[in-house]
């Protein structure tokens, strides 16, 4: 068997959770590979709205193993209260939920570090979301990081203490700045006590004996492939390989191992934070976008940047991750717009091309646009692809031919049974 991977393909946000949770119930395993607390997965279910950071989105399908992958990076307080909310939904994780020992803390000091590093470079912040992500991959490549696995050694204490005092002589440097270490460290030990109630594992021992044994295994990422720290629009990424070879890595598996990669993409395009962003809209066409597509941080609440689907960009993604098949989410967000509009080429010093530039926080880059026409009406109830709009169905074909990758599904809204299966086979 392989494994079988669920990335978003754009800045974030394209609706991986929901997705997530309708394959999930074909699998046997739903793993996240990368990331942590900066991750915001929005599921609706039965009318109620759930958003996970850390957890896998698999969670709420009954017998359905969830592993917090090696390349995770998890912050006990985040996943002590994700725990509690599936509590209250009365959500049965017991035995479901699991954690590979080798995935790293995120300890207080490192969202101290965060939010003073941040603070600090006035105007020129790249946006995070002051979570820890940053400093804890840090202390990882630095082969000093706190991980799963150590909260049950003996030498706990002093491992916690040693990385500690490193961040308290690091912040030394920064100007003074509000934070209640003393409390958020309370709140962190106490919360190591719910979290030494799952169990841990051996994940990539885990990951591959299962592979073994036949079972069906769903990756899933976090953040987007155009915030990858190689790839990205760097410096303004993330600190995790949110593509396709982080699976690899953050699960512990070999590239033969991959079978379908699902790439994921809104029918327009957002973004959260500073950073370059060639297709977005700064008028009212924006502003409408942003309103529809109620676009605004699941992790932080801030207000996304909005603007058109950008092909370069896409290719460039599907490029990377070697993507087999597309899912196009929100596209109901479009219903109102008489014009849609779709960059299909970047002009850079007056040449057409549909490839990146090296650097595009450097580069000048003018859109060539193509317009599509409108369906102006709502898909409350389509169920069916060829119930669709001809004018969705037209734009959703524009997108086929220049991605070259087939649209196997489309989400006309939040809900988990708002998704329209499309049968590929059965068109040709």
Aim: hydrophobic fraction near 35%; glycine fraction near 10%; include cysteine.
């Amino acid at each position: 068997m392989n494994v079988d991977v669920i990335l978003g393909l754009q800045w974030g946000d394209e609706g991986k959770g929901k997705i997530v949770d309708h394959l999930a119930k074909e699998y046997d395993i739903v793993a996240r590979f990368q990331g942590g607390p900066n991750a915001g997965h929005t599921l609706k279910i039965n009318n109620q709205k759930f958003v996970l950071h850390t957890i896998p989105s698999g969670i709420f399908r009954p017998n359905l193993i969830n592993l917090i992958g090696n390349g995770v990076v998890i912050d006990p307080v985040t996943l002590e209260k994700e725990i509690a909310k599936l509590d209250d939904a009365g959500v049965d994780y017991q035995g479901r939920l699991i954690v590979a020992h080798k995935a790293h803390l995120i300890l207080p000091t490192h969202r101290y570090l965060d939010a003073a590093s941040e603070n600090a470079k006035g105007k020129a912040k790249i946006g995070s979301t002051l979570k820890g992500i940053g400093p804890t991959y840090m202390d990882k490549t630095g082969r000093n990081g706190l991980r799963a696995g150590d909260i049950i050694s003996p030498n706990f204490e002093k491992k916690y203490q040693a990385l500690k005092e490193k961040h308290l002589k690091l912040l030394e440097q920064y100007p003074p700045f509000d934070f209640d270490l003393e409390a958020e460290e309370a709140k962190w030990m106490a919360s190591l006590e719910r979290f030494k109630q799952l169990p841990q594992v051996n994940g990539e021992y885990f990951v591959n004996q299962a592979l073994d044994e036949g079972k069906k295994i769903l990756a899933e990422g976090a953040q987007g492939s155009m915030l990858d720290i190689d790839y990205g629009t760097y410096p303004f990424v993330t600190s995790s390989n949110t593509i396709t070879a982080g699976v690899c890595t953050g699960l512990g598996i070999s590239t033969r191992k991959i079978g379908e990669v699902i790439g994921i993409s809104k029918a327009y395009c957002t973004r959260v934070g500073s950073g370059p962003f060639p297709t977005e809209l700064h008028d009212e066409v924006g502003e409408l976008l942003r309103k529809e597509g109620a676009e605004f941080g699941a992790t932080t609440g801030r207000p996304r940047r909005c603007g058109w689907v950008d092909l370069p960009q896409l290719k460039y993604t599907i490029m990377l991750n070697g993507v087999s098949q597309l899912v196009i989410t929100k596209i109901d967000v479009l219903n109102v717009f008489k014009e849609i509009m779709m960059a299909t080429h970047y002009s850079i010093n007056d040449e057409k091309t549909d490839q990146l530039p090296y650097d595009m926080c450097d580069e000048e880059i003018e859109l060539v646009l193509e317009s599509f026409e409108g369906w102006e009406t709502s898909l409350e109830g389509v169920s069916d692809y060829e119930e669709l709009p001809a004018q969705a169905k037209a734009f959703i074909k524009a997108l086929e031919e220049y991605l070259e990758v087939p649209v196997t599904m489309v989400s006309t809204g939040p809900a988990r049974q708002e998704l329209i299966q499309r049968n590929i086979q059965a068109e040709v």
